[in-house]
């Protein structure tokens, strides 16, 4: 089994490729090598840099996809669709950076998904956020990009139910990762440890073949 894998530098998206690399091949994916540098050293690992806030139909994203489609061949491939985590406070985003917000956070989940699901595709899981769920004070935007990620990957569970594939979806609170080392006013010190939801995701990975799963929400305590 083969395991394609967005925003592997840190976090959630590194734990899972450390993880996923004892049981097969894993391509990741993020703008920067960051914590997966130590995972290049084992020969099942391959590494792009790839900005997702580039147009998903420019020349770069089609490299990209062209590299994706080698590297997947003709053998069966797990699709974990990590998507970035975007935080501006109460800053208002402006048109550019709105356009960028969406491009991360679901156009580029879309092209991927189109590129590839006619590929030996066994299953495609979204890491939403509970932002796609509920409104969140003075992150309008960004909810407004989980709601439509939880949208997609509804409708896809729809098509992909007369395919080869499945579709899973679950929606995490809060994690603790490096994004908030950045922010003095988020208090982040009882978030989801990535490691606990890695684990998961593991259990959801290992189900048998066409279960769907929809509105799996992880909270910590902040979030309930």
């Not at 840190?10 to 899972?16: D, E, W």
């Not at 985003?93 to 356009?99: K, V, Y």
């Not at 010190?189 to 769907?212: G, T």
Request: with cysteine; proline share 3%; net charge negative.
């Amino acid at each position: 089994m083969k395991y394609l894998i967005t925003g592997t530098s840190s976090g959630l998206g590194f734990c899972l490729a450390e993880r996923l690399l004892v049981r097969g091949q894993v391509v990741g994916i993020s703008r920067s090598l960051g914590k997966s540098e130590a995972l290049c050293l084992s020969s099942k690992y391959l590494h792009l840099d790839f900005d997702f806030s580039h147009y998903i139909e420019s020349v770069e994203f089609q490299d990209l996809i062209s590299k994706l489609q080698e590297f997947i061949g003709k053998d069966p491939f797990t699709l974990v669709l990590n998507a970035a985590c975007f935080y501006a406070g109460e800053q208002r985003l402006s048109r550019a950076e709105l356009s960028s917000l969406f491009e991360v956070n679901l156009f580029s989940l879309i092209g991927l998904v189109q590129a590839l699901e006619t590929l030996k595709l066994k299953r495609v899981l979204f890491v939403n956020s509970i932002s796609g769920m509920i409104g969140q004070a003075n992150q309008h935007e960004y909810c407004a990009s989980k709601h439509a990620v939880m949208g997609f990957a509804r409708s896809l569970a729809k098509k992909a139910k007369y395919s080869t594939y499945d579709v899973m979806c679950i929606n995490p609170g809060g994690m603790k990762t490096e994004l908030w080392d950045q922010y003095s006013d988020v208090n982040s010190s009882d978030f989801l440890n990535p490691s606990s939801v890695a684990d998961l995701c593991i259990s959801l990975i290992d189900f048998p073949q066409r279960v769907f799963i929809e509105y799996l929400s992880l909270l910590p305590p902040s979030d309930v």
